[in-house]
């Protein structure tokens, strides 16, 4: 048996994480204790884990692990429950937080109701349509509304929101559990992707991800921020209005700027337990 240490566990929409506060020692954990944390049967169990750092620039550091180990460069539901944790633990109300991410320090509203926070305005930060992460980072030409190399019969925009992001507007739903392991390791992208099903509505957008390092999600901010952008580049729905963007667990709000220039992401969030584990023995 290895070191206890205290563990809580948030959630958003359904997208769920084990919260790490190592602030104190700074020190992350690694690829093992991560999947064990994750794993529902013989561990905690979550979508991932959300190690807090110390940081030079906001108020912490927050790095995302995924399921498979992996680590991830920003997450938005994640990133409320860093936030909403930060604030649960804090002295006070504050009315913003910057937290430092793999995609750059990003400002954060809580939004507060009876236990406290209870949603979370963030600024995700520029979509970028030319990134290393993406094809275009081989032809430095973005990739919208393009046939798939490999897929022909697949139409797609590649985003990346720090983390890449391939989005299927107009395919079917259903289709995710089929094409989103195929597709998560698409040649075009380096680092693998996350993949997006979306049914575009009059009112906004229905979506269903396959997240890159977890397979199907209840939901993920990125990859919601990712598909509001194709449709509104696509001229899909208008820009600089607050999109509903409905994932299985239920709806974020979206706001797309003409310029790309700040995404910016509404949506709650809830403390589910804490408690203590042992941590798996290093082998």
């Known amino acids: ?76 539901n994640g990133l409320r429950c860093a936030v909403k944790y930060l604030v649960d633990h804090s002295a006070d109300n504050p009315g913003r937080l910057d937290v430092e991410t793999g995609a750059g320090v990003l400002t954060c509203i809580p939004g507060y109701g009876d236990g406290g926070v209870i949603g979370v305005d963030i600024s995700m930060g520029p979509a970028r349509l030319v990134a290393p992460n993406l094809p275009s980072g081989s032809t430095g030409k973005p990739f919208l509304d393009q046939p798939l190399p490999g897929y022909p019969q697949l139409r797609a925009h590649a985003v990346s929101m720090g983390n890449p992001h391939l989005v299927l507007l107009d395919q079917p739903l259903d289709d995710a559990p089929r094409l989103g392991p195929e597709l998560e390791r698409h040649p075009s992208f380096p680092d693998r992707t996350n993949v997006e099903f979306v049914r575009v509505d009059e009112d906004g957008l229905t979506v269903v991800v396959w997240e890159r390092g977890c397979g199907l999600t209840q939901a993920c901010g990125t990859g919601a921020c990712a598909s509001a952008v194709a449709a509104v580049l696509a001229k899909r729905l208008p820009q600089d209005a607050w999109l509903r963007v409905t994932l299985p667990g239920g709806d974020l709000r979206i706001r797309v700027p003409g310029d790309l220039s700040d995404i910016r992401l509404r949506g709650p969030v809830a403390f589910v337990f804490e408690g203590v584990v042992a941590l798996p023995s290093p082998r």
């Open 1 to 76: 048996m290895g070191p206890r240490e205290r563990i809580f566990k948030y959630q958003g929409l359904g997208n769920d994480f084990v919260v790490l506060d190592r602030r104190r020692t700074g020190v992350d954990i690694d690829a093992t204790t991560a999947q064990w944390m994750c794993d529902r049967r013989l561990g905690i169990g979550a979508d991932g884990v959300l190690a807090i750092l110390p940081s030079a620039y906001g108020v912490a550091r927050m790095v995302v692990h995924n399921a498979d180990g992996s680590i991830a460069e920003m997450c938005g």
